[in-house]
């Protein structure tokens, strides 16, 4: 199993204002798998996402990536780790607003050893054209397809996407969605998406339901439904 996620536990606060936000979740995902964690506010999906992508740490249990128990590196061999084998796709872009979209993508590559290649990443992520303005003279769309080519320019084996279209409208959304279903086709990145958005799971392998810090469901699909089609 690629990516096992074993009994994590996790709570913020102290004494009578402890809150756990995560009870205990046991998940498996397949190298190469589409998986989208869904649940409402406050259903602790985006702190998993940060637990797995080692940004925070869980309080038990353990995260296993290809083998390895990330709980067990010390910071700089995480850091390492982290720089290495997973890319991260948040709803806000975090571009460098004094570079260029190229650059700001390159910055990206800078950090592996194995990058895939920028021009057929640029051309993939439809910004070719892009490639010399900054961020302010691009839309949003175009920013968040840029923040897309910075994760995955150096070709990592997770990538872990954060509510990538919540600040996007419908048709720039699912662009978006086509986009990240085009590069696990084509790179064969693992994904994990959290999102809102109930549409998202017919384009997914796995799904999960998150409420109240457990797993209430969890299933893979077996009629996925490509990003092109999905309605909202």
């Not at 390895?68 to 850091?79: A, D, N, S, V």
């Not at 799971?201 to 490509?226: C, F, W």
């Amino acid at each position: 199993m690629f990516l096992e996620i074993n009994n994590i536990k996790k709570s913020f606060g102290e004494a009578e204002n402890r809150i756990e936000v995560l009870k205990g979740i046991d998940l498996s995902i397949d190298k190469g798998e589409f998986c989208v964690l869904l649940g409402p506010s406050g259903s602790g999906k985006s702190t998993l996402l940060n637990i797995i992508g080692g940004i925070d740490s869980s309080d038990e249990g353990y995260i296993s990536i290809d083998g390895e128990k990330t709980g067990e590196m010390k910071e700089k061999k995480l850091t390492l780790y982290r720089r290495k084998h997973l890319g991260y796709i948040f709803q806000m872009y975090n571009l460098i607003p004094n570079l260029t979209i190229r650059e700001n993508i390159e910055v990206g590559a800078y950090l592996s050893d194995k990058p895939l290649d920028i021009d057929d990443m640029l051309q993939t992520l439809g910004i070719y054209e892009h490639q010399h303005k900054l961020p302010n003279q691009l839309s949003g769309g175009q920013q968040q397809r840029t923040a897309i080519g910075r994760a995955l320019i150096k070709n990592p084996d997770i990538l872990l996407c954060d509510e990538p279209t919540g600040a996007l409208d419908y048709n720039t959304s699912k662009g978006i969605l086509k986009l990240i279903e085009t590069v696990n086709q084509k790179y064969g990145n693992t994904v994990v998406m959290v999102t809102h958005n109930d549409a998202i799971k017919y384009m997914a392998d796995q799904v999960v339901h998150l409420k109240d810090g457990t797993i209430r469901k969890s299933y893979h699909n077996e009629n996925k439904i490509p990003a092109e089609e999905l309605d909202w």
